[in-house]
T-cell receptor
């Protein structure tokens, strides 16, 4: 079945630092990959969607791409702000069950002013 | 704006008791989902539904039942709650666009089983 591996459990940065979070995925079909963000006390919300390998998804200063060759996808931001502190999930769109999402474990980002 | 709401937001239950978590969506989406969130596991799918009257098993359905009486409402039922079911539960709705689409999540229900 589909799976997502998200190794970075916690990332701590200072404002204006560069952010990079990496995930790997496994699927037998053509993937669509998402990044969801969850703020304290809220449910996850969509941040970015990437439907084609090597094409970028861009939103709110964040960029995401995926590489079919290495089955990896990543999220980056050039300059983080304290307000970016949240949990970020890499998510694989359902390839076997229509509409199903497979979540990684999440990366907690803490940004200090 | 379209919304997914959950009730209750917090629940304390006793082992062996029955718990019902409710979800309502105004998105007019066909599909609805129940997940649980635990540290180190991200979100894991318990049950989902394609529409009124439909319920399907997700990845971790054991100990849970689901009910979809209408387009708007989707419930998760724990007939005999156990401490291992202590978690945060999220409901979501979505509508397929040739298989790939986003989901809209509610604010979550924190369940503690003593």
């Amino acid at each position: 079945g589909d799976s997502v591996t998200q190794m970075q459990g916690q990332v701590t940065l200072s404002e204006d630092d560069f952010l990079f979070i990496n995930c790997t995925y496994s699927t037998t079909w053509y993937p669509t990959l998402f990044w969801y963000v969850q703020y304290p006390g809220e449910g996850p919300q969509l941040l970015l969607k990437v439907t084609t390998a090597n094409n970028k998804g861009i939103s709110r200063g964040f960029e995401a791409t995926y590489d079919k060759g290495t089955t990896s996808f990543h999220l980056q931001k050039a300059s983080v702000q304290e307000s970016d502190s949240a949990v970020y999930y890499c998510v694989l769109g359902g390839t076997q069950v229509v509409g199903q999402l497979t979540f990684g474990r999440g990366t907690r980002l803490q940004v200090y002013a | 704006e379209a919304a997914v709401t959950q009730s209750p937001r917090n629940k304390v239950a006793v082992t062996g008791g029955k718990v019902t978590l409710s979800c309502n969506q105004t998105n007019n989406h066909n599909n609805m989902y129940w997940y649980r969130q635990d540290t180190g596991h991200g979100l894991r799918l318990i049950h989902y539904s394609y529409g009124a009257g439909s319920t399907e098993k997700g990845d971790i359905p054991d100990g849970y039942k689901a009910s979809r009486p209408s387009q708007e409402n989707f419930s998760l039922i724990l007939e005999l709650a156990t401490p291992s079911q202590t978690s945060v539960y999220f409901c979501a709705s979505g509508d397929p666009d040739w298989g790939i689409y986003e989901q809209y999540f509610g604010p979550g229900t924190r369940l503690t089983v003593l």
